[in-house]
Antibody, heavy 122, light 107 residues
Framework: EVQLLESGGGLVQPGVSLRLSCAAS????????MSWVRQAPGKGLEWVSS????????YYGNSVQGRFTISRDNSRNTVDLQMDSLRVEDTALYYC???????????????WGPGTMVTVSS | EIVLTQSPATLSLSPGERATLSCRTS??????LAWYQQKPGQAPRLIIY???NRATGIPARFSGSGSGADFTLTISSLEPEDFAVYYC?????????FGGGTKVEIK
């Protein structure tokens, strides 16, 4: 059974950094692209970032480009999201999601974690 | 970026009725469109991928159709557990984008 578990969320002030982590199990982690998707309170889904199998290719949404960095460790089955220069508008529940097909970076997300909440407020 | 517009924003129906949800994209995404279901307090769940393919474990009452820039998710006969918010998502071009969602509520 695929399991994804996010951690690292919390309450932070604007301008600071935070690092989220997602621990994966139940599948061959190194064969799938991984992504982060967020959802502001009461709002819809927003894709944040994706990373290819080896980590050689990374992709970012316009609103986080240059501030967030995605990375993965295939030996530990984890994918991280380093979030710098946080803004109030980054407040959201952050989901880790698995790509549907082996090897594809751009694909639907067939498994999701329960999410970790990030609140940016002064 | 490709903008996805979902309509209606809210659909009020009774169990047993047919639900028809629309997703229009600002440019062609071929068949690279997915649908997700999200219930309150839960993570989204993949329902349909590549416009018309049901994901694993999804009942046959869910079907997807369309290509290019016009897509439809149909629930043939609503069950109580189908009342939720549905999102479409395109994977043709980076950045990946989601629609704003359609809430299917009990009438």
């Amino acid at each position: 059974e695929v399991q994804l578990l996010e951690s690292g969320g919390g309450l932070v002030q604007p301008g600071v950094s935070l690092r989220l982590s997602c621990a994966a199990s139940g599948f061959t982690f190194s064969s799938y692209a991984m992504s982060w998707v967020r959802q502001a309170p009461g709002k819809g889904l927003e894709w944040v970032s994706s990373i290819s199998l080896t980590g050689g290719r990374t992709y970012y949404g316009n609103s986080v480009q240059g501030r967030f960095t995605i990375s993965r460790d295939n030996s530990r089955n984890t994918v991280d999201l380093q979030m710098d220069s946080l803004r109030v508008e980054d407040t959201a529940l952050y989901y880790c999601a698995k790509g549907r097909r082996i090897g594809w970076s751009d694909d639907a997300f067939d498994s999701w974690g329960p999410g970790t909440m990030v609140t940016v407020s002064s | 970026e490709i903008v996805l517009t979902q309509s209606p924003a809210t659909l009020s129906l009774s169990p047993g009725e047919r639900a028809t949800l629309s997703c229009r994209t600002s440019q062609s995404v071929s068949s690279h469109l997915a649908w997700y279901q999200q219930k309150p307090g839960q993570a989204p769940r993949l329902i349909i991928y590549d416009a018309s393919n049901r994901a694993t474990g999804i009942p046959a009452r869910f079907s997807g159709s369309g290509s290019g820039a016009d897509f439809t998710l149909t629930i043939s006969s609503l069950e109580p557990e189908d009342f939720a918010v549905y999102y479409c998502q395109q994977r043709t071009t980076w950045p990946l984008t989601f629609g704003g969602g359609t809430k299917v509520e009990i009438k």
